[in-house]
């Protein structure tokens, strides 16, 4: 176990030197930092010494050196734009998307499990059918296609009248047909709960959920229909080994076959997979965020880029890739922990 | 294998009774689908002869015909069947060339991924070692991101360095270049894990026996018999790669509006949806998600019939 964890660890140290040193080649190569602190009437030989002060004559390993040191004690440099050290910006963007990634995880846990299983439960009934054509539908509609769907049915509204509206029941088909709109899909709202430091939260008012509605129910959508598929192959396997042919021959009730042993075993690889899926998410906060205009990392990172912030870049990337290596850790580890089968020391099968 | 007698059947003949076509004439959702991916893939292959108007030719578009909506609507215009766009492009017109847009770049982006994945997967499996273990951590520290992660950082990255005006000349084989490079890791994995799985195979040693070179049995011998699920992955790689460039459009780091795939059309029409002309977005939208579902089809019919041992994971 603890040579497992050694690796890992390595690994995962490893991981983030070769981040460090693609960042730090951006860093070094894009833009001219001279260029953005002094304005163009500077002579060149004054420039040439600021050059010489900074170190940026050093050589390469140098430089990197200074710029690990510094990243190490939590020092990116400033952001161009803002005019701030650049872990400040990130500081106040990171809330807005870590709010957005829970309440998507949220959604995806409380309707993957059921549906997932009742899937596994009953293949062949109309319902699952359903399911299963709607998760392959989902699965193919990009996420800013679902955000800018629910923005038109449940913010702008649609008024779709194919029915005569002078009977009764027209009217109610229409009314059925048509959604009313209304919903926030633009920002957090005002009415934030603040709770520590920079973390204002959403949570807590139902102005507040209102306005994380839409872009929630966006994120989830594109990992939804996978969960769902993957819970639904799992438990179909579980569902076909010796032991749960035994529990059934020893008379327990079917209810706590599916719910107690079943659902145990299959949620072990769910557990991994939604794990890595987690650090994906990330990704996708990207695309939410810039239809929702919603202020977190991910729409702070695309207008850095557009603003050629390179600092807030590349920090951006070193936080980004640091979520993506600790969450893959842990669930190697926790995978390690809690399925005794998985060969510790990764030799090939 | 079969030595070529007078009774041995044509290759036509062997694919038309194929198990493989036999189960694609009783499934009715596979036909559908291959039906409604034909008439866009031709529609999109001839979209200059087949297209009301000329998207990129600006002598054709009066900015008097911005937005007018779909026939359907009250005061639409029957020259645009499907409406105008905020330029007052055809919609029609501008989905075509869109969805040409598209399609040369999911390809172009899949076949990239193919060569590196094939290649990289070929030599990981046949070689061993040390070799496999670089590539394959490799490949593992690639997947461990998003595939979108990658490519949206990279394409951020390439705009960046060379200015928007260089990166709109050169969209579509940047958007290539930078979907292969961010997608070869599935390939390599898959065809890594069927290499494995024919290299202890008789044939391979009989054709070291023989004295051939490791590049002639890598791909003269061993990828042959790879091919069935490189097939099936493709299909749901070319969704994903179109999915893949409606994403980076989408966010500004993919096609130019002057030359419109799916998603920067989208991406234009989004500006407008809020003054109700839904039609500029949800329209390519529409088009997108049915190019892409029916894809995703076709795959999944694939894998059932030829049921590859797909590499888990």
């Keep these: ?349 | 294998m079969t030595t070529p007698t007078a009774t041995t059947p044509s290759r036509w003949k062997r694919f038309r009774n194929s198990y493989l076509v036999y189960s694609f004439k009783r499934d009715w959702i596979a036909q559908f689908c291959l039906a409604i991916f034909l008439c866009l893939l031709l529609g999109a292959i001839f979209a200059p002869w087949l297209a009301p108007m000329n998207p990129y030719d600006l002598t054709q578009i009066s900015i008097l015909d911005s937005e007018l909506p779909p026939l359907w609507i009250d005061g639409a215009d029957p020259l645009f069947p499907l409406g105008t766009d905020a330029q007052g492009r055809d919609l029609l017109s501008t989905i075509l060339y869109g969805a040409r847009v598209s399609l040369i770049i999911g390809f172009g982006a899949v076949m990239l991924q193919a060569l590196i994945g094939v290649t990289v997967g070929l030599m990981a499996g046949y070689l061993g070692g040390r070799i496999d273990a670089f590539l394959m951590r490799l490949a593992d520290i690639q997947l461990s991101f998003s595939t979108l992660m990658v490519a949206i950082i990279v394409g951020a990255l390439i705009k960046a360095v060379f200015g928007g005006a260089v990166y709109s000349d050169y969209a579509v084989w940047l958007l290539v270049l930078i979907i292969g490079l961010a997608e070869w890791p599935q390939y390599a994995r898959t065809v890594r894990a069927s290499v494995l799985a024919e290299r202890s195979k008789e044939y391979v040693d009989a054709a070291r026996v023989m004295g051939y070179r490791d590049r002639r049995i890598m791909f003269r011998h061993i990828l042959p018999n790879t091919l069935s699920p490189i097939f099936v992955i493709s299909t749901v790689q070319i969704a994903n790669a179109i999915i893949s460039e409606a994403a980076l459009s989408f966010l500004g780091l993919g096609m130019p509006e002057t030359q419109p795939s799916l998603g920067s059309l989208i991406k234009s029409g989004f500006d407008y949806l809020q003054s109700g002309s839904w039609w500029i977005t949800l329209i390519p939208g529409a088009v997108l998600v049915v190019l892409v579902l029916v894809v995703n089809l076709l795959g999944d019919w694939l894998r059932d019939v030829m049921n590859p041992r797909l590499y888990k994971g």
């Design chain 1, 1 to 349: 176990m603890i040579a497992f964890l050694i690796k890992r660890l390595m690994h995962a140290f490893v991981v983030m030197f070769v981040i460090s040193v693609i960042s730090f080649a951006i860093q070094s190569n894009l833009g001219d930092p001279i260029q953005q602190m002094v304005g163009q009437s500077v002579p060149e030989s004054q420039r040439a010494e600021l050059r010489e002060e900074l170190g940026l004559n050093d050589s390469f390993l140098v430089q990197y050196g200074r710029f690990a040191t510094n990243a190490l004690q939590g020092d990116f440099g400033y952001s161009y734009f803002f005019n701030e050290p650049t872990t400040e910006v990130i500081q106040r963007h990171l809330p807005a998307t870590l709010e957005l990634v829970i309440a998507a995880t949220l959604i995806i846990v409380v309707f993957s499990v059921p549906i997932g299983v009742y899937c596994a439960i009953r293949p062949r009934s109309a319902l699952s059918r359903f399911f299963m054509s709607v998760s392959i539908i989902g699965i193919s509609i990009p996420v800013f296609l679902t955000a800018i769907m629910l923005i038109q049915l449940f913010a702008i509204g649609v008024d779709f009248s194919p029915f005569p509206v002078d009977t009764g029941w027209g009217q109610w088909l229409n009314g059925v047909l048509s959604t009313e709109g209304g919903m926030p899909s633009y920002g957090r709202g005002n009415d934030l709960t603040h709770l520590f430091g920079t973390w204002d939260s959403n949570f807590f008012s139902l102005d507040g959920l209102t306005y994380l509605v839409l872009p929630a129910v966006s994120l989830a959508s594109i990992m939804l229909p996978l969960f769902i598929r993957l819970i639904r192959a799992e438990m179909l396997e579980v569902l076909q080994s010796e032991y749960v042919k035994f529990a059934t021959a020893k008379g327990i009730s079917l209810k706590r076959i599916y719910f107690v042993h079943a659902l145990k075993n299959t949620m072990l690889p769910v557990i991994t997979v939604g794990g890595v899926q987690l650090g994906t998410m990330v990704a996708y906060t990207i695309l939410t965020e810039t239809v929702f205009q919603w202020p977190g990392m991910g729409l702070m990172f695309l207008e850095a880029i557009q603003r050629s912030d390179i600092p807030l870049i590349v920090t951006y990337l070193m936080i980004v890739g640091l979520i993506f290596v600790v969450t893959n850790t842990l669930v190697d580890l926790v995978y390690g922990l809690i399925n005794p089968t998985v060969k510790l020391t990764g030799k090939p099968a």
